[in-house]
């Protein structure tokens, strides 16, 4: 967990790492994505959030699982915005394009 998000709340989390990547700072929102995620790993809005601050910084693949991710939470956990996760995930997906079936199967980065 990072010394800046340390005693903040999760709403102020969220909103600092939405922010941001509104100004394109990626690299600050993944590191503010990946603490929410390490306090809610079941909270799938952190895990989508935490998708687009990857997506933002050119990291598809780590994007692709936070999407899955966020998904399976999303489904698992009953949520009435499944639509948006997803969206999220088609559009990575189809970003990324078909990957070969070992790339697939042995989880290799790009």
Do not use: W
């Not at 939405?18 to 994505?33: K, Q």
């Amino acid at each position: 967990m990072e010394v800046f998000t340390i005693g903040l709340s999760p709403g102020t989390l969220t909103a600092a790492a939405n922010e941001r990547l509104h100004r394109c700072d990626a690299s600050t929102a993944s590191a503010i994505a990946e603490d929410l995620v390490e306090l809610h790993p079941r909270d799938s809005s952190d895990h989508l959030l935490l998708g687009r601050a990857y997506e933002c910084a050119g990291r598809v693949e780590d994007a692709l699982e936070a999407y899955e991710r966020a998904y399976a939470l999303a489904v698992e956990n009953g949520s009435q915005h499944l639509a948006v996760f997803s969206e999220a995930l088609e559009a990575i997906r189809k970003k990324i394009g078909p990957r070969s079936p070992a790339v697939a199967l042995s989880g290799a980065r790009s």
